[in-house]
Nanobody
Framework: QVHLMESGGGLVQAGGSLRLSCAASGSIFSINTMGWYRQAPGKQRDLVATITSGGMTNYADSVKGRFTISRDNPKNTVYLQMNSLKTEDTAVYYC???????????????WGQGTQVTVSS
């Protein structure tokens, strides 16, 4: 079994910063891409940022220059540093990991339970 545990969400004023963390644990052979997605009330889940095992990153246009994704491969952990937060960043943030549970297995996407980020004006 695989478990993704997110932490770091909370309430912050506009212009402030938060850092999210997500640690993957359990039966893990290797992790490919890790990422963060978010879902605001009444909206679909959208990509925020992804990072490959080699460190290549991809960001949604709405967060470029404000958010930074990084990962610690030995710890199977991905981070999201969020600066200059805006009210429109308010959402539940979900961590994802595309990983193999054993050698030769098919990679599969796993998800965390989500952490709430609320940005007040």
């Amino acid at each position: 079994q695989v478990h993704l545990m997110e932490s770091g969400g909370g309430l912050v004023q506009a212009g402030g910063s938060l850092r999210l963390s997500c640690a993957a644990s359990g039966s893990i052979f290797s992790i490919n891409t890790m990422g963060w997605y978010r879902q605001a009330p009444g909206k679909q889940r959208d990509l925020v940022a992804t990072i490959t095992s080699g460190g290549m990153t991809n960001y949604a246009d709405s967060v470029k220059g404000r958010f930074t994704i990084s990962r610690d491969n030995p710890k199977n952990t991905v981070y999201l540093q969020m600066n200059s937060l805006k009210t429109e960043d308010t959402a539940v943030y979900y961590c994802s990991a595309n990983l193999r549970t054993y050698y030769g297995s098919r990679p599969y996407d796993y998800w965390g339970q989500g952490t709430q980020v609320t940005v007040s004006s």
